[in-house]
């Protein structure tokens, strides 16, 4: 059962839940745009592909709850995208270059010295062959990890975010979530927790250190 907790200096613990993409990377999607000119397809060649193209959005969501893999995704999705794209780790060439969130992974990094626990909440895009986490050295800031391939479920589904808070053990008032959809913020808000929209990275962390009680240290 999950209770109120206090953490070593008397101040009430929080539970901070952080998405990975958009929130603990920056914006993937002009990278994903140089991409796809690199790979000889149209700058929106991705997006469309896995957003608007009906078989593109069946894989993208097959991958998200763990029903197919990413080796079987990258070769599905290296043939809508066009026949001379090359399927082999699709998903890591598109994703290589999106570069961490730095001042986020900062502001977790300070919660987390000061007693606060923190909770990865994913929508997953594969882990292999290409493991986006490990990619930019998040997965270890975490004390609890709740990817929608590893449980079979994903935001917005109220169950994931009921799972999340389960696992992190703090009370869902006690939490704070951040995404960077806003679709994926109302589930989260009913069940109690706080949430922020992070549609700016510098404003999402002091947004963020009012809520914790913390300062970031971030040298540039």
């Not at 997006?47 to 709850?65: F, K, M, Q, V």
Request: one cysteine or more.
């Amino acid at each position: 059962m999950s209770h109120s907790t206090v953490d070593t200096d008397g101040h009430e613990q929080r539970g901070l839940i952080l998405d990975f993409a958009g929130v603990l990377t920056a914006s993937p999607v002009l990278v994903h745009h140089a991409w796809c000119v690199s790979e000889g397809l149209a700058p929106g060649a991705w997006r469309s592909t896995l957003n608007d193209h009906p078989e593109g959005r069946r894989l993208y969501t097959a991958l998200e709850i763990g029903e197919i893999g990413q080796a079987e995704w990258n070769e599905g999705t290296a043939a809508l995208l066009g026949e001379h794209v090359d399927p082999v780790n699709l998903m890591g060439r598109a994703w290589a270059e999106v570069p961490v969130a730095r001042r986020m992974v900062a502001l977790a990094r300070a919660a987390r010295a000061a007693g606060h626990r923190l909770a990865l909440l994913s929508n997953s895009f594969g882990l292999d062959p290409f493991n986006p986490y490990q990619h930019v050295g998040i997965w270890d800031l975490f004390d609890v990890h709740v990817v929608s391939e590893l449980v079979g479920l994903a935001k917005p589904d109220p169950e994931i975010y009921r799972v999340a808070l389960d696992l992190i053990g703090i009370p869902a008032e006690q939490c704070v979530f951040v995404d960077d959809h806003a679709i994926n913020l109302p589930p989260a808000a009913e069940l109690g927790i706080t949430t922020v929209h992070a549609t700016d990275e510098n404003a999402a962390v002091a947004e963020l250190e009012a809520i914790l009680g913390v300062t970031t240290a971030f040298v540039t």
